[in-house]
């Protein structure tokens, strides 16, 4: 597709999900998502094959096969509310999003003023949170990988400005622009059930060994930046939740090497309890334990 088309049709279809009532919004993504699962055997298979891992090997295919029905629906949601985000008034924002569990330790890490990372799984919708956060006067940097042609990037981290968070560029930049926030004692916020690049540490996610970034632990024990684990949940209705666990113990101990592996392994032992809580809203559509 020609890059100009493309970026024209991204724009397009954003301007329209926020010009339309939310109802219609809804409506489209369920018809969207259904449209999606139905045409789609391979990402059907991939994500059973994820949602397995999740539950374990005694899950009860009935509730598997629900649960991966349910999947498409909250992942084209995502996008749908992602793209309305934007339009909603700030007030509309704090009336439906709501910190269930731990905004206590959120705040604590904040008042401590040496940064926080907030390590994310990619489940219901995080930019909810962010938007949340800077209501709260706590702005949040996140990192995104960069899009082709790089005028969709622009829109794409203009859209999240509008919002209150701040996107960088996943490149080779992305590290230093972390670690100045941080040091100025700000809040990031990484997605780190997925390592995109390619150049993660191997941990145990899921009773399975794979790879996740090594980012949020090294930035962390670089800097004596708090790590917090955190998800954002869809629902009940309208609404929008987030669970924020108690701040990891991120302590230099021998090797940095062998530290950001340990501090990862912590991440991703937290990731699992967040993701078993919906793992219908965990939107991850790639091979994640090939």
């Known amino acids: 597709m020609n890059p100009r088309v493309r970026v024209a049709l991204f724009r397009g279809a954003g301007a329209l999900l926020e010009a339309l009532p939310e109802s219609v919004d809804r409506f489209l993504a369920r018809l969207g998502g259904r449209l999606f699962y139905r045409v789609s055997a391979e990402?059907?298979?991939?994500?059973?094959?994820?949602?397995?891992v999740v539950l374990g090997p005694d899950a009860d295919p009935e509730r598997l096969a629900r649960l991966v029905g349910a999947s498409f629906d909250s992942y084209a949601q995502y996008w749908a509310e992602s793209a309305k985000l934007p339009a909603l008034s700030p007030a509309t924002i704090s009336s439906r999003f709501v910190i269930s569990e731990g905004q206590e330790h959120l705040v604590a890490a904040v008042g401590a003023g040496k940064g926080v990372v907030v390590a994310l799984p990619h489940l219901g919708s995080w930019e909810w949170g962010g938007a949340f956060l800077a209501r709260l006067g706590m702005p949040m940097l996140a990192v995104a990988e960069v899009l082709d042609p790089p005028e969709l990037f622009d829109w794409f981290a203009q859209k999240r400005r509008e919002i209150g968070i701040e996107v960088a560029p996943l490149d080779e930049r992305a590290g230093a622009v972390l670690l100045s926030r941080l040091r100025a004692g700000g809040v990031v916020g990484l997605l780190c059930d997925r390592d995109i690049q390619g150049n993660g540490v191997e941990v145990e996610f899921f009773g399975r060994r794979v790879t996740l970034p090594a980012g949020p632990a090294t930035l962390a024990l670089r800097t004596g930046a708090a790590i917090v684990t955190a998800a954002c949940y869809a629902g009940p209705g309208l609404d929008h939740h987030a669970i924020v666990r108690?701040?990891?113990?991120?302590?230099?101990?021998?090797r940095l090497g062998a530290d950001v592996v340990r501090v990862t392994q912590m991440i991703a032992t937290e990731l699992e309890d967040l993701i078993r809580r919906a793992p219908?809203?965990?939107?991850?559509?790639?091979?994640?334990?090939?």
């Open 43 to 52: 990402k059907r298979r991939i994500v059973a094959a994820n949602l397995a």
């Open 246 to 254: 108690p701040a990891l113990v991120v302590e230099r101990e021998g």
């Open 280 to 290: 219908e809203q965990w939107h991850v559509l790639e091979e994640r334990f090939a």
